[in-house]
């Protein structure tokens, strides 16, 4: 071995690069392929610490030893190296002696590296110093001078002093206007002051050191651009801070109208003012403004819609000679969908209605009127002095989306090959039903078929698996530790791969089998013991006695198992001589579908046919009448509602020790509320133990449901609409479970909510009454928002579901309002006027008639706050009639 290789073996850098001063190019270049093997080796090798201590002197000889600026630049931003890297300056001195053409060519190589390289930026910075090239304005190389004046604090000064002394500030000045997702770091450490990005470019560009124009012109046109939030602010702020004058706001006229057209809120808003003061001083044309006025009407921010209106009424104040042009620009608020900025268009068309000198102006208000809510219309058209349109009798049909059809799953690869990709992929995310079950029985197959020929193909799979390191022969045992159990499909499907490669032992398979999940019971076991049983069984077979097949895996994407099918399965059993895995037949009896009496006696006569014990089992459980659910009832827990169940029978008896409790009670003070099932992936394929069961499976998440409003937890709701899709009675547990995500705290939760409760409405399971009452319940003990409830409520009318959602409100807000007509309540709870504004909208749409209860105490009330003014809405459509 040369001297060479020995020291960067052994880890000796300094040594490394004192040989390699003394070389020449050509014997440099000859060590290189055994640096190459070395690089090799060491990737392959345990990362332990003689691993460790020769990477860095292999970084340091491999970037010397080559001549191409391609392969350095590789070299150097190699991730198998990124973690053991030499310092840039020792890096610098082994490349210091190449010509200056070439390290600009490594510069650039490496500054157009993607930032996840981590090139560090005082490496690229010191090559341009060596090369005297242009300094790059790459993404890597910005974020990294970025990085590298936050962290030159310790020298003193501020970050304006820094950037004095920079030789290249133009240069990446400019470059961070044209840099992505730059925002969060300019914000780091300070947002204002002599020490923040903002005060400091603005500084600059005061002395001169910054070209203004061009300054003003990219952050005007990095806002236009749009992008993440943290941009918007830092550009915007810095907008600000560089105060333009009106000068400059005025040859931006056309920027500002597209910013308060389409940027964020902030950014529009400011925008809007600038335009504002423009209009005020006589310095806006009336053109410019009615296309301002178009552009922001149609936004959905209230506070950006009320301050137009307010700028028109001050400009309509101040010229007269403007209502021709302004006032059908108000108009177009007419169509908003908020009642309170409808009104408030239509009083500024009153106030200025009597300066409108032609019949064209007025027939375009008029028809801009005919967007308005039925109790608004009428007063456009005494205002406008045309003859209302006459009324049209309401033909509603309600839109819901179409019934979701289950998707039969498709056959389990037939070859290893694709197997390994489908069970590669299942790891990398959330498989879902159909891809953990589709997974399953396929290693269950080839495992019974070709084990070898399977763990060849899953090789590429396992090695990147926590459990199969090399230094430890029975990681995989830390799947049968106490406590531990299936959190996800992963960790099924890394049982069975841990038990195939030979990590876990037999002894702990067998364990698991024979005394199952051990630890404390929570709300959510009886569910959680009965899928991890059904694995481990499984995984102990497939060490023991292979199974050709799983028994359980459903047809359809429900979870449900057509009955023919598992007889079939069980004839194939009986000609192969295989031995049925009793957690697998369970789960498979539980899958079967009931629901469909003559498929079920029909399959039953061949079940008995069969002659065996899982034949005669099947057949009974086929032809058994469904038992009725067992009882409900309603117990309290702080704001929480939740639900009990007594227990049933017919779970309990025939069936495997950890099956049996799904059948027994469930309470609500009696389990434990904290485990470690905090995975949302898991719960579809709990929801899939029991597909005409669902009420089952939703008593049992309903405390995970209600801390989506109680708690603003966030992500168990997206088991609501494969719950809504599932089979079984839709009960007080799945009705509740809506309840409390209608009123989450994030979106995506509520939309979940919303989703769920379109199909149930689709498939005429959605009890209305029902729901609405828990509803208001919930909001009066103060676990739902109204607010919260509004948002969804409104999501789901925009869908065309409006009746549902007015069947839906029929019975909350009676509860609500009770409290403000007999004094129960000294204020109104917050967003019960929009709660309203909903009610009054949908009861319009769909042609709602009738009383509501405790509505016309509320509409009586004093004052027009939005409460009062969308009761006397309500009040008015339920009466048929338009308000005065």
Known sequence: ???????????????????????????????????????????????????????????????????????????????????????????????????????????HRLAQRPVTAWV???????????????????????????????????????LLDRLRQDPHLPQLAAALFETNDIGGRLEWPNQEGPDSWTGALAQLTAEGALDRRATVDACVARLLRGGPAADQRVFLRLLKTLALTRAEERERVADWLALASDAASPVASHAQSV????????????????????????????????????????????????????????????????????????????????????????????????????????????????????????????????????????????????????????????????????????????????????????????????????????????????????????????????????????ATLHARVQHGTTGRDCVHSALSRAFDSRVWEVAYRIRTDPLPFLLSTPTWSTGLLEPAELVERLEVYGRLGARVSSADFAQALLRVRRGDREAARTAAHRAAALGTAEG???????????????????????????????????????????????????????????????????????????????????????????????????????????????????????????????GARHPEDRLAAVDALLVLAARGQLDTARLGADLGQLIRRGAVKPQRLAESARTAAATGANASIWGILHHTLPMLLADLATGGATAPARGLGDLLAVAAECAERSGARGELPHLAQTAARRGSSRLVAQARRLRSSLAGEPAA
């Open 275 to 506: 335009l504002g003061n423009l209009a005020l001083d006589g310095e806006l044309t009336p053109r410019h403004l009615a296309e301002l006025s178009g552009a922001v009407l149609f936004r959905t921010e209230k506070k950006l819609v009320r301050a137009q209106l307010v700028l028109l009424g001050k400009v309509l104040a101040r010229d007269a000679s403007t209502a021709e042009e302004l006032l059908p620009a108000a108009a177009q608020a007419f169509g908003h969908a908020d009642s309170e900025v409808q009104e408030r268009a239509l009083k500024l068309v009153e106030r200025h209605a009597k300066r409108l000198n032609t019949a064209d102006a007025r027939d375009e208000l008029g028809l801009a009127a005919e967007q308005l809510i039925p109790g608004l219309r009428a007063r456009a058209s005494r205002t406008l002095g045309v003859a209302p349109a006459a009324p049209e009798p309401v033909t509603y049909e309600e839109v819901l989306p179409p019934v979701p059809e289950p998707v039969r799953l498709a056959p389990a690869p037939e070859s290893v090959e694709e197997l390994a990709e489908e069970v590669g992929a299942a790891l990398a995310g959330e498989p879902g039903v159909t891809g953990f079950e589709r997974a399953l029985d396929g290693l269950v197959r080839q495992a019974y078929r070709n084990r070898d020929a399977l763990l060849q193909a899953l090789e590429p799979v396992m090695i990147r698996r926590w459990w199969d390191r090399a230094d430890t022969l029975h990681a995989g045992d830390r799947f049968g530790t106490a406590h531990h159990g299936v959190s996800n499909a992963a960790d099924g499907l890394d049982i069975l791969l841990a038990t195939l490669r030979g990590k876990v032992r037999t």
């Open 616 to 742: 005669r089992r099947l057949a009974e459980w086929l032809t058994s009448e469904a038992p009725a659910f067992p009882t409900a009832r309603r117990r309290t827990s702080g704001p929480r509602v939740l639900v009990e169940l007594a227990e049933l029978l017919e779970l309990q008896e025939h069936f495997p020790a950890e099956f049996r409790p799904l059948g027994r009670p469930v309470g609500v003070f009696t389990e434990r509320h904290y485990c470690y099932h905090w995975s949302d992936d898991i719960r579809q394929h709990w929801l899939a133990l029991l597909p005409e069961r669902r009420e089952l499976v939703a008593v049992r998440l309903l405390r995970d449901l209600s801390a989506l409003a109680v708690d603003d937890s966030r992500g168990a709701a997206s088991v609501l609409p494969l719950l809504a899709e599932s089979g079984g009675e839709a009960g007080e547990a799945v009705h509740l479970g809506v309840a409390y995500a209608l």
């Open 1 to 107: 071995m040369s001297a060479l290789m020995d020291a960067v073996r052994a880890g000796r850098t300094a040594e490394v690069v004192g040989l390699l001063d003394g070389m020449t190019d050509a014997e440099r270049r000859s060590h290189f392929p055994e640096l190459k093997a070395l690089r090799k080796e060491l990737r392959a090798a345990p990362w332990d610490a003689q691993s460790r201590r020769a990477l860095p002197a292999l970084h340091a000889a491999g970037a010397a030893c080559q001549t191409g600026a391609a392969g350095v630049a590789g070299w150097i931003a190699a991730a198998d190296l990124r973690w053991s890297r030499v310092s840039p300056g020792l890096l610098l001195h082994v490349l210091g002696d190449r010509d200056t053409d070439w390290l600009t060519d490594v510069t």
């Open 120 to 158: 560090p930026f005082e490496l690229m910075a010191g090559l341009v110093r060596l090369s005297g090239c242009p300094v790059p304005t790459t993404e890597a190389y910005v974020r990294g001078w970025v990085d590298h004046l936050h962290g030159s604090w310790q020298r003193g000064g501020t």
